[in-house]
């Protein structure tokens, strides 16, 4: 009898559902793909019922439900910290109590309430839940595991190794001294949104030069020789109340935290580029001391630091180890896959089976719902909704690479949708890389945005190393690589305290100016045939047709939406956006052939900024 | 996020979307649902001859049939294959549809396929559904919308004319319907009252029902009613066209099984529609009451009136002594 086990996280940010069955991933899903509400912490009960749907199996048919994280040891770490630092923790009393005590403590009963089914609810622990999802999928038999978040129940860091379906935590760093909510405190102070703006400050990093970096070393945090950490809490916020940083840290920087959305200063630019910098220092060091406790030649990577791709690339190009893989997911929704292959085999026992070809066991991230060419049929007819259907493949990819080849913002829906925060080609909004207008186009007509990241690269992995200094893949858009110096452009230097990075922004600095950042990085996806043939077939179509395998590659939604998921999703931002094409399953939408959209934008004020 | 389960249909209206798998989100847990290349909600895929050594059984119906709030695999018919030795159900029912539909479902399909039984499931107060040229459509955004359904019109000398097919396909604004506005189903009668009364949950449903003792199907309390009229001849009209044995198996509302209405009228009319027809009638109602009354309740979800798994059961173990015997008959007459 197969062993499906149903993993779940949420409550606090990302909530989401995975299934695996006899140890293979079935379905993963994020709640806010189905919600449209960004970064949904609520009980993922859409994600579940898709995953079940996937699985196509009743509720009693699974031996387990397991939670990602322990709400006792959660609460135990809160109580105490609030304890601790009392009575100046009011706030953040208020904040944590209806999660740690309404809500938590009651998953067993939102699950027996949801699926009306008396099936076991497991606990894993989240830092083990973390690891897992990264130990488990990943191509190797036996490896070196580094967690790095902000905080699960006490632990901010552990080092764990995992050989067959065994996973065993050689280490960890408890609470309050966290790499990850160092870098939150940075992003923070520099205007961004928690928990999601650190992608911004990683990309505003190369802007700026690590001048605080030593101020960094000096006050906040101090490391060991052999990587661990201490921070100096004195600096912070996040121990009393709901605010990362004080005065003190203030202090430190020149002054009071930059406000959201007001211009971005030279300071942001330097503190940026000083906390990138420390943190893969950090990051080197401990992988250097994980190398050295566990002998293996592998590591798995996985929390929210795993998704700095600027510290992942050097991690690779650093050689510590002779190679790395990082979940995708590698947030706390990722925790839902981990929980359940974590209970799967040290629970269940279900042997693990690493894929004899190499590849890892995440199906190239491809884990949400697919629409097939009926339903999408069925939507367009039902609302007419003019379209042109082009059943084969390489014809239909021959059109979208023409429009992209002229200029054209093409939409993206193609199979499954991708588990983790990267669009993959399947959930994407594509452009020409090779245009210097694809950029501002991209961000000011599509995004919404006047951004200073550029977009990221798909690209042929059989042609990766012809554009980007890269010798492995790097499917998941994890890896930030350098574009070959071949293709580069001379740049004019930038003078001495120049404030103003707008001018920069648009510069075109290589071949392919839409992908290449400041530095001449790229953040890299490859692709490849096995993963999703639709995308690789249309790669190289545009290769083909241009001699240039590389598409941008952006999430298919404006800001502060989450990407899209179905049919519908995508046709609305498609016509709430200046994308001239869009590509549904196997039909193609013209822009100019839509009828008129209700000219009402109040859909603006959906999306929280974010 | 709901899944759009359902495709236009040039003759029925719609149909679901052929290949569909999907679990449907329901207030008793959720339901997986797979749907056939033909379009229909069937494990078996549609296939003309026989297999052989297995007769086989084609059922019509609406979403009592076709499992609206259970899996597949819950369903009478499905239930059936289990009870009735060497029996293979073709389920064509289609939720939402009229018994006028189903006919036009039966006339496309039925005949490039080899069975030795057709099972006409009428959920009573499908006879609503047939008098109705309009039927609301609610799209996935909650819009209310009005879509046009393929209809028969019975003249005064018995002929039956079809309407509406090619069934129009854009959504019909109501205000625009003008005298027509009378014609759309609106699932049952009292609209404004029966809003009112549904928002206030289903406890205090049942009890002004039963207290009003409500009568959900006045149409079939004559047989002169202009609905019923309309109804029989469908039925009679389908029945004859029949090449295999014929089960009427009129599906009750739940106000007849749990006695807060009288079931007379339209047991009586379908009594005299078999006895003029020549067509099996199985009447599942008395197997529906044998059981406690309180326990009779758990027949039909805490909101959704349709049948629970366990009802499921309860009309499969009713249908299958007669689709044996049945069967039983056909075989010793090949």
């Known amino acids: 009898m197969t062993t499906h086990v149903l993993g779940i996280s949420g409550f606090y940010h990302d909530s989401a559902a995975a299934l695996v069955a006899d140890g293979e991933i079935i379905a993963a899903a994020q709640e806010e793909r189905f919600t449209r509400k960004k970064h949904d912490p609520r009980f993922p009960r859409h994600a579940i019922n898709y995953c079940l749907q996937e699985a196509f199996i009743e509720p009693s048919e699974l031996a387990a439900v397991v939670f990602y994280d322990n709400p006792i040891l959660s609460a135990d770490r809160i109580v105490r910290s609030i304890v601790a630092h009392a009575p100046r923790t009011r ?6 109590a209806p999660s740690f005590l309404g809500v ?19 606990f894993a622990r989240h830092h083990l839940s973390h ?78 030069e690590p001048r605080y970096a030593d101020q960094i070393r000096d006050h906040l945090i101090s490391v060991r020789a052999d990587g661990s950490f201490e921070l100096d809490t004195s600096y912070f916020g996040y121990l009393e109340g709901n605010r990362m940083t004080n005065e003190r840290f203030e202090a430190l920087f020149g002054g009071p935290p930059r406000e959201a959305e007001s211009r971005i200063t030279r300071r942001e630019m330097d ?21 050295a406790e566990s002998g293996m030649d592998a590591v798995c990577l996985a929390g929210g630091v795993a998704l700095n791709c600027v510290a992942n690339g050097l991690l690779q190009r650093e050689k510590i180890f002779d190679r790395v893989w990082i979940q995708p997911a590698s947030g706390d929704a990722g925790g839902a896959l981990g929980a359940a292959l974590l209970a799967s085999h040290q629970r269940f026992g279900v042997e693990r089976h690493t894929p004899t070809n190499g590849r890892d066991a995440q199906k190239g991230s491809y884990l949400g719902p697919a629409f097939s060419s009926s339903e999408v049929r069925a939507f367009l007819e039902r609302h007419g909704y003019p379209y042109e259907a082009i059943p084969d493949v390489a014809a239909r990819n021959t059109v979208v690479a023409k429009a992209l080849a002229d200029g054209k913002i093409v939409g993206h829906l193609s199979g499954r949708m991708e588990f983790g925060p990267r669009s993959l080609g ?6 020409d890389a090779r245009s210097a207008s694809t950029q501002s186009v991209m961000n000011l007509k599509i995004k919404y945005r006047e951004s200073f990241r550029p977009f990221a690269p798909s690209v042929l992995a059989e042609r990766a190393g012809d554009y980007f200094e890269l010798d492995c893949e790097s499917p998941y858009m994890l890896l930030v690589a350098p574009v070959r110096k071949e293709l580069r452009l001379p740049v004019p230097p930038r003078g001495e305290g120049d404030d103003d990075m707008l001018p920069l922004v648009n510069q075109v600095r290589s071949t392919l100016p839409a992908i290449t950042h400041v530095d001449h990085s790229a953040r890299v996806q490859t692709v490849a045939h096995e993963d999703h043939p639709v995308f690789h077939g249309l790669l190289r179509a545009f290769e083909e047709l241009t001699g240039c395998g590389v598409l941008v590659n952006t999430s298919f939604n404006v800001r502060g939406e989450p990407i899209v998921c179905s049919p519908k999703d995508a046709y609305t931002c498609f016509m709430r956006t200046e994308m001239d094409l869009l590509v549904l399953e196997d039909c193609i939408l013209y822009k100019a052939l839509q009828p008129a959209l209700d000219a009402d934008d109040s859909w603006r004020n959906e999306y929280e900024l974010d | 996020m709901q899944r759009q389960v359902y495709e236009y249909h040039p003759v029925f209206g719609y149909r679901f979307i052929p290949g569909l798998k999907a679990r449907i989100e329901h207030e008793a847990g959720g339901y997986l649902m797979r749907i056939n290349q033909a379009g229909f909600r069937c494990e078996r895929e549609v296939q003309a001859a026989r297999t052989p050594g297995r007769s086989r059984v084609l059922l019509f119906g609406d979403s009592f049939s076709a499992g609206d709030g259970v899996s597949n695999k819950q369903r009478y018919g499905d239930l059936l294959e289990e009870l009735v030795p ?54 996935l955004d909650g819009q209310e919308l009005v879509l046009a359904k393929p209809y028969f019109e019975l003249s005064a000398d018995g002929e039956l004319t079809l309407r509406h097919v090619p069934v129009p396909k854009e959504p019909i604004p109501e205000a625009s319907l003008g005298e027509e506005r009378d014609e759309v189903d609106r699932g049952g009668r009292f609209e404004w009252l029966r809003s009112t009364v549904n928002r206030l949950g289903p406890t205090v449903k049942d009890l002004a ?62 009594e005299e529609l078999a006895r003029d027809t020549g067509a099996t009638l199985h009447d599942p ?50």
């Open chain 1, 91 to 96: 706030e953040q009393w208020l904040a944590a």
């Open chain 1, 104 to 122: 938590k403590p009651f998953v067993a009963a939102h699950v027996r309430e949801l699926l009306r089914v008396d099936v076991p609810v497991l």
């Open chain 1, 131 to 208: 690891a897992a999802s990264s130990f488990y999928p990943s191509p190797f038999e036996r490896a070196a595991v580094l967690t790095l978040d902000g905080v699960g129940e006490w632990a901010t860091t552990s080092l764990a190794v995992g050989e067959g379906r065994d996973l065993t935590v050689l280490k960890e760093l408890h609470y309050p001294h966290s790499l990850g909510l160092l870098y939150s405190a940075f992003t923070s102070f520099c205007g961004f949104k928690v928990n999601s703006g650190e992608y911004k400050l990683m990309g505003l990093a190369p802007y700026g």
């Open chain 1, 271 to 291: 503190l940026a580029a000083s906390i990138q910098k420390v943190t893969e220092d950090v990051v080197l060091g401990i992988a250097r001391h994980l190398r």
């Open chain 1, 426 to 431: 399947a959930r994407s909004i594509l452009g």
């Open chain 2, 86 to 139: 060497n029996v293979e159900v073709f389920n064509f029912a289609l939720s939402g549809s009229g018994t006028d539909q189903q006919y036009l479902i039966h006339r496309e399909h039925a005949p490039g396929i080899e069975h030795d039984l057709v099972v006409i499931a009428v959920l009573v107060e499908n006879i609503r559904r047939v008098a109705a040229r309009y039927r609301q459509y609610a799209t």
């Open chain 2, 209 to 270: 029902q039963r207290v009003s003792r409500y009568q959900p199907l006045p149409h079939y309390d004559s047989p002169d009613h202009d609905d019923w009229r309309l109804l029989r001849a469908i039925l009679s009209r389908w029945i004859a066209e029949c090449r295999a044995t014929v089960v009427l198996f009129p599906l009750p509302v739940y106000q007849y099984v749990e006695d807060s209405a009288s079931p007379d009228g339209y047991r009586a009319r379908f």
């Open chain 2, 285 to 334: 109602l008395p197997d529906l009451r044998s059981f406690p009354l309180a326990e009779r309740r758990s027949f039909r979800f805490e909101v959704d009136c349709h049948p629970t798994p366990k009802a499921h059961r309860i009309l499969a173990e009713s249908l299958a002594p007669t689709v044996r015997a049945l069967l039983a008959k056909s075989e010793a007459r090949s």
